[in-house]
């Protein structure tokens, strides 16, 4: 069993800065694919990004390329998503999630935080 808890979402201007981080609790967290996913109100959940279980791996959603990074810290056991230049386009709320296998789809993940509201005004 493994427990997210996501933070630092909030308001800010377009073209800002926000890190999100997601704190994970249980000893397997190391073993675990991370996600961070967004969903918008009458959107579907989407990826923003992913990475393996040692981080060797990642992938961004063409959408957020060149923009956000994802990254994490087994020692910690925390995953972030740092976003820079932020669009109003990027007004969501953001999930993280851990599964078995590095993938892009949200049914391929196990375990979800609760989301966190990032809202990007004009």
């Known amino acids: 069993q493994v427990q997210l808890v996501e933070s630092g979402g909030g308001l800010v201007q377009a073209g800002g800065s926000l890190r999100l981080s997601c704190a994970a609790s249980g000893r397997t967290f190391s073993t675990y694919a991370m996600g961070w996913f967004r969903q918008a109100p009458g959107k579907e959940r989407e990826i923003v990004a992913a990475i393996s279980w040692r981080g060797g791996l990642t992938n961004c959603a063409d959408s957020v390329k060149g923009r956000f990074t994802i990254s994490r810290d087994n020692a910690k056991n925390t995953v972030y998503l740092q976003m820079s230049s932020l669009k109003p386009e990027d007004t969501a709320v953001y999930y993280c999630?851990?599964?078995?296998?590095?993938?892009?789809?949200?049914?391929?993940?196990?375990?979800w935080g609760q989301g966190t509201q990032v809202t990007v005004s004009s």
């Open positions: 999630s851990a599964g078995n296998y590095y993938k892009t789809t949200p049914n391929k993940y196990i375990y």
